[in-house]
């Protein structure tokens, strides 16, 4: 499958003071598109710089013909130098990438950012975290012993933190029609599990739909950390349109102490104002009928017609017979 996929991205701060989320897709002058999405620690501003380095580094190095999985080596290394400066010592990152070229892709990984494939029927987790979470899970501990222990927010491997790092590659894996590929940060991921992912995606209206209803979505369920999705559509995963439509905008939050930054603004302007497609419509005007109905005070039973008049009441006509008797006695005494 040969055909430019269609791609959106979103990134927000959310509930953190700053930024430390980085997100790339873009195409590159060999044809290739890279999808990346880092997910950067070390504070305020070191944690931005690593995220941001690492994939500036990432794109030029495949630019220059390395392979993905070289290109994020020397994305570690150059994020390492970097620490080395006052200010910036221990920061590090996580990087996901995916690399497609043609009707065929790569994936590389490093950290707890993750790729997964959806389609009509099930999303697939294709990396693998490298955190404490994941690994103790894997030597038998339950999901509750391990995300109970202190080191549950630990990785075992991220970009820039030691001088060398094991990368994770996967693929190559052939294009199918009708799927899409999803990048994201734990922000996301951990807000929300992979069926809540699949069924927020089924339910929204394109790529840039689906990113911003995700973000917004792992927001709304309570999300404290910064938030990016990165989405690569080929073809058209069939959608579960209806009145629960997903907007196809969000407005991310704008309080002074949760500053949003949307990664994605630049992609697909046209989309920015999304019309209701008739499904939509006919739901909306079917839910308008049924409200006027509720609405409606309920027929009568036992009553007159509608369209009948009804006569005097029997009181009225007696008091009425009552004064005339009354008149003709007084004006015959009289």
Not at 171 to 184: I, N, Q, R, S
Not at 229 to 249: C, H, Y
Not at 263 to 268: F, N, R, V
């Amino acid at each position: 499958m040969a055909d430019k996929p269609r791609t959106a991205t979103e990134s927000i701060a959310g509930r953190r003071p700053c930024q430390e989320d980085s997100v790339l897709c873009e195409p590159l002058a060999n044809g290739r598109l890279l999808v990346a999405v880092a997910d950067g620690m070390g504070g305020h501003a070191a944690g931005e710089v690593a995220s941001a380095l690492a994939l500036e580094v990432l794109q030029s190095e495949l630019e220059a013909g390395a392979e993905l999985g070289e290109a994020v080596r020397r994305a570690n290394t150059a994020v390492h130098e970097k620490s080395r400066e006052p200010g910036k010592h221990g920061m590090g990152t996580t990087l996901v990438a995916m690399l497609l070229d043609g009707g065929s892709y790569h994936l590389a990984n490093v950290g707890d950012s993750r790729a997964y494939l959806l389609t009509e029927n099930g999303i697939r987790q294709l990396t693998n975290d490298h955190s404490f979470v994941a690994e103790a899970m894997a030597r038998g501990q339950s999901e509750e012993e391990a995300t109970s222990s202190k080191w549950k927010d630990a990785l075992t491997r991220s970009i820039g933190t030691d001088e060398a790092v094991e990368v994770d590659t996967f693929g190559p894996f052939d294009v199918e029609a009708d799927t899409a590929m999803l990048l994201c940060s734990d922000g996301l991921y951990k807000s929300l599990s992979d069926i809540q992912l699949l069924d927020i995606f089924s339910r929204s209206g394109g790529p840039r739909g689906a990113a911003q209803s995700l973000v917004s979505e792992a927001y709304e369920a309570g999300s404290d950390d910064n938030i990016t999705a990165a989405i690569a559509e080929f073809g058209e995963v069939p959608r579960r349109l209806s009145a629960g439509t997903m907007p196809l905008e969000w407005e991310p939050p704008s309080d002074d102490d949760s500053p949003a930054a949307s990664a994605g603004e630049e992609e697909e302007n046209a989309e920015k104002t999304a019309e209701p497609d008739q499904a939509d419509a006919e739901s909306i005007s079917e839910s308008h009928e049924a409200a006027e109905a509720d609405r409606a005070p309920p027929a009568a039973t036992g009553g007159p017609a509608a369209d009948e008049q009804p006569g005097l009441p029997a009181g009225l006509i007696l008091g009425t017979i009552a004064v005339v008797v009354l008149l003709v006695i007084l004006a015959v005494v009289m």
